[in-house]
């Protein structure tokens, strides 16, 4: 498509390939003010959360599991889920804290 809109271009077809060349900068910045920069903007909101978590938090895995965070390293973290029961997740696998699922709830 862009092979095509450079071709009419120079052949000199004048305002059509002008308006064609307007129209695409139009999409691209609609794109990304819709759907790039919300994106960015939720990953920052994501990134900071798993920045501020701390030992004690309760939270919740990306795959489900509830529990309380134990131990806090750059790259994981060590959950426990019952009594005397400690996994070790990827601290990307972490979701969101047990209050933002309970407001969630109550909406």
Same mark, same amino acid.
């Given at each position: @498509?862009?092979?095509?809109?450079?071709? #009419?271009?120079?052949?000199?077809?004048? +305002?059509?390939? @002008?308006?064609?060349?307007?129209?695409? /900068? /139009?999409?691209?910045?609609?794109?990304?003010?819709?759907?790039?920069?919300? %994106? %960015?903007?939720? #990953?920052?909101?994501?990134?900071?959360? &798993?920045?501020?978590?701390?030992? +004690?938090?309760? /939270?919740? $895995?990306? +795959? +489900?599991?509830?529990? &309380?965070? &134990?131990?806090?390293?750059? $790259?994981? /973290?060590?959950?426990?889920?019952?009594?005397?029961?400690?996994?070790?997740?990827?601290?990307?696998?972490?979701? #969101?804290?047990? #209050?933002? !699922?309970?407001?969630? !709830?109550?909406?």
């Amino acid at each position: @498509m862009l092979n095509t809109i450079l071709l #009419q271009a120079a052949d000199g077809a004048g +305002g059509s390939s @002008m308006m064609s060349l307007l129209m695409i /900068v /139009v999409l691209i910045a609609i794109f990304y003010f819709f759907m790039i920069a919300p %994106q %960015q903007k939720k #990953q920052k909101k994501i990134n900071a959360f &798993r920045d501020s978590l701390k030992k +004690g938090d309760k /939270v919740m $895995t990306a +795959g +489900g599991i509830y529990g &309380r965070i &134990r131990e806090i390293n750059d $790259t994981f /973290v060590l959950l426990e889920i019952d009594s005397n029961v400690t996994i070790k997740i990827d601290k990307n696998s972490i979701y #969101q804290s047990m #209050q933002d !699922v309970e407001e969630s !709830v109550k909406k």
